[in-house]
């Protein structure tokens, strides 16, 4: 099944999922050789998989553990430049579905994937306050006082 990352109009369309997966006050991110910043656990929905099954797919593939998800957080429309190999500049218009994941006890993850540009991934556990640059940036806030409810966030970063 094919990424659902699509050209439109000398652009791009990516519909993601995203997995918030926390112990001990910190949230697990991504990194990779290639970028200053961290990203959130997750990759894109294929086609035919709903946003659900692609989350589970995703956490499974970069941490080598089979999670459930708590629930739906966030709904997250994003704008902004693409900096990856071949396709810098392009504008991407993304999609995002942010879920809560139930962490098993013990949890001790292992990325052996690799990121879209070939940079090899590795993750990393962050306090929500730490210094360093990690996407999407509401997590600092909206994860600090986490609600019930589902949240829609729009962001422009062109």
């Known amino acids: 099944m094919q990424d659902l990352t699509l050209p439109v109009d000398g652009g791009i369309l990516n519909i993601r999922v995203g997995a918030i997966?926390?112990?001990?006050?910190?949230?697990?991110?991504?990194?990779?050789?290639?970028?200053?910043?961290?990203?959130?656990?997750?990759?894109?929905?294929r086609f035919g998989e709903s946003a659900e099954d692609a989350v589970v797919r995703e956490v499974y593939e970069e941490t080598g553990v089979r999670m459930k998800i708590d629930r739906l957080g966030f709904i997250h429309e994003n704008f902004f430049r693409s900096d990856v190999p071949g396709?810098?500049?392009?504008i991407v218009y993304e999609i995002s579905f942010y879920f809560y994941m139930n962490v098993p006890e013990g949890f001790e993850p292992v990325c052996e994937s690799f990121e879209e540009g070939g940079a090899r991934e590795r993750l990393e556990w962050l306090?929500?306050?730490?210094?360093?640059?990690?996407?999407?940036?509401?997590?600092?806030?909206e994860l600090a006082k986490p609600s019930d409810g589902v949240k829609h966030i729009l962001t422009r970063d062109l």
Do not use: C, Q, W
């Not at 926390?22 to 997750?42: A, F, P, Q």
């Open 21 to 45: 997966i926390m112990k001990d006050g910190k949230i697990l991110m991504v990194g990779n050789d290639r970028t200053d910043y961290d990203y959130s656990v997750g990759g894109r929905v």
């Open 87 to 90: 396709k810098e500049g392009k």
């Open 127 to 141: 306090d929500l306050d730490a210094k360093k640059t990690f996407y999407p940036e509401f997590f600092r806030t």
